[in-house]
């Protein structure tokens, strides 16, 4: 079992920057691969980075310049770092966890409860 909580959303103007966290916890196997993904009204679960046990990072095309994924082991925790954020970037952002790597694919094992990132014009 994989405990996931999300913190770091609000509220900011476009061109603002949030980071938000995820804290980790459970089977260390099954947090081997990680990601954020996010989910505005009516649209699907979109994969927006993710990283591979190896520190390899991937970034949905909307967001790479912008974004960056880092993820510290000691404390169990993975970041997502948002700069020049844009209102299309409005959505409920979730971290999730597996112990294999399906990318940015919605696959992933085990899911946060999301935290919500607010952009306005």
């Known amino acids: 079992e994989v405990q996931l909580v999300e913190s770091g959303g609000g509220s900011v103007q476009a061109g603002g920057s949030l980071r938000l966290s995820c804290a980790a916890s459970g089977h260390t196997a099954y947090r081997r691969y990680m990601g954020w993904f996010r989910q505005a009204p009516g649209k699907e679960r979109e994969g927006v980075a993710s990283i591979d046990s190896d520190g390899t990072t991937s970034y949905a095309d909307s967001v790479k310049g912008r974004f960056t994924l880092s993820k510290d082991n000691a404390k169990n925790t993975l970041y997502l770092q948002m700069n020049s954020l844009k209102p299309e970037d409005t959505a409920l952002y979730y971290c999730?966890?597996?112990?294999?790597?399906?990318?940015?694919?919605?696959?992933?094992?085990?899911w946060g409860q999301g935290t919500q990132v607010t952009v306005s014009s």
């Open positions: 999730a966890a597996d112990r294999i790597y399906w990318e940015r694919l919605p696959q992933y094992k085990y």
